[in-house]
């Protein structure tokens, strides 16, 4: 099968056979010999970002790149498999809270992360900011994780969906990312590679996110939960708002610590109800609980502590010190922290979250390219988020910085990043939708 012909057929609007698809999928996980080289391989991303494709070639891609590498089985592990994804936002710890608390439920979460890039934070920087914490457990390891704790948190492995890692570096540098059938298939190829059986989705939206409009986020949330449903995987999708941050801080070890007081019961409104929402709805695809006793168990499970105590365990489980629970002077901490102030009173009406998320990156928190490093202990706090008064020297954002030399470039981006009005804005729901 010549790779000009394929590409011709997808330019033109048709439909890809079955064998057209494993063949660019083949080409994309072993180039070697494929007579398809990377501008075939990008032409075709690009046909497909400007043509589309339909449900069930979305489904069948999805499902040759999961078969391009190894598919995890737990079937030896007692109990319903759940994980949860979401986008990418910029204060998106939920992770940290979710995953602990569906645990304490009796799901089983294996869960599989990525790392920070751009604007958005990543699980496993965060988690890597505890002192001793790896993501990188073997398989025997991850699988005894699963079984004591009934969590584990680590990096893909190399060789779950190898098609998607090079598919996904080509659309990184060729404006093909923001594709629906081709997020899906990445998305969910890495996804039904991690032996689950249901999966809770959280499509962000807004100007935090990938997704700015609410019509893209529902087509995405949409296209996750049906070519989920066509591979057999049970798929949950929440929409959910990310305009401004969620919770107040952002950067990783202030995020660990704001996830820790959040399952110490502490934490702050909007991050506490979307962890639950979303840990609830796994509840539900294990089959544990429905509707309403789904989000009280869960709701229980933070109020006796039980999350908390699963996360302890956790970290302890990966290396970690547990110690950090207890007392959160044992993360790394910024050298220094200065305050932003606005000038000027009146209501936050809005807090910009992905100047915020690059704000944070200026400051070393977050990366440009994969293979950047990143500094776990510089961050932002939001003082004052939308609906709140502040006065003319109160501060808005406490900068968490380490001596680092973009400092102005950093408050000249913050102060960009936000909106004050004479009166509050109207309370936005944060879940914005609710499929399947
Ligand atoms: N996250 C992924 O894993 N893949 C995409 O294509 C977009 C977001």
Redesign the pocket.
């Known amino acids: 099968m010549r790779p000009g012909d394929v590409i011709q057929t997808k330019r033109d609007g048709g439909e890809l056979s079955r064998a057209q698809i494993d063949a660019f999928v083949a080409a994309a996980a072993r180039p070697d010999g494929s007579g398809w080289e990377k501008y075939h391989l990008t032409a075709l991303l690009m046909a497909i970002y400007l043509k589309g494709m339909t449900p069930a070639e979305t489904a069948y891609l999805t499902w040759a790149m999961a078969e391009s590498g190894t598919r995890l089985d737990l079937s030896d592990i007692p109990g319903p498999k759940v994980d949860k994804h979401s ?2 936002g910029v204060g998106d710890k939920t992770s940290l809270i979710l995953g602990p608390l569906a645990a304490a439920c009796g799901v089983v979460v294996p869960m599989m992360s ?1 790392r920070g890039l751009g604007h958005s934070g990543g699980t496993l920087d965060k988690l890597e900011s505890i002192p001793g914490f790896t993501v990188h457990l073997t398989e025997t390891q991850f699988r005894v994780a699963l079984r004591k704790v009934g969590l584990g948190m680590i990096g893909q492995t190399v060789d779950i969906a190898p098609a998607d890692k090079t598919l ?1 570096a080509l ?1 990184d540098v060729t404006a093909t ?1 923001e594709s629906i059938p ?2 899906t298939a ?2 969910l190829s ?1 996804k039904l590679s991690e032996g689950i059986s249901g999966l809770v989705m959280d499509v962000k939206c807004g100007a935090g996110a ?1 997704m700015k409009t609410r019509e893209r986020a529902r087509a995405l949330a949409e296209s996750l939960v049906a070519v989920g449903t066509a591979n057999g995987l049970h798929v949950s999708a929440l929409v959910t708002a990310m305009d401004a941050p969620l919770g107040r801080y952002v950067g990783n070890a202030l995020e660990v610590i704001e996830s820790i007081e959040t399952l110490k019961g502490n934490g702050p409104a909007d991050l506490t109800e979307l962890s639950v929402k979303l840990a609830a709805r796994m509840v539900e695809l294990a089959g544990i609980a429905d509707g309403a006793n789904a989000e009280k168990k869960v709701r229980a499970a933070l109020a006796s502590g039980a999350g908390l105590e699963v996360f302890r365990k956790c970290v302890e489980q990966q290396g970690g010190d547990p110690r950090v629970i207890d007392d959160d002077s044992r993360l790394p901490r910024a050298t220094g922290t200065v305050p932003f102030v606005t000038g000027t009173a009146g209501y936050v009406t809005a807090i910009d979250a992905e100047k915020v998320g690059i704000a944070v990156r200026v400051l070393g928190g977050g990366r440009n390219r994969a293979e950047d490093g990143i500094d776990h202990r510089v961050g932002i706090i939001v003082r004052a988020k939308p609906g709140e008064y502040v006065t003319a020297d109160q501060t808005l954002f406490e900068v968490h910085d380490c001596g680092s030399a973009n400092m102005s470039r950093a408050m000249a981006i913050l102060s960009d990043a936000y909106t004050l009005g004479e009166a509050p804005p109207s309370e936005s729901p944060l879940v914005l939708e609710e499929l399947a």
Do not use: E, Q
């Open positions: 986008t990418g990525g996904y659309r990312v081709l997020i990445s998305i890495k990938f």
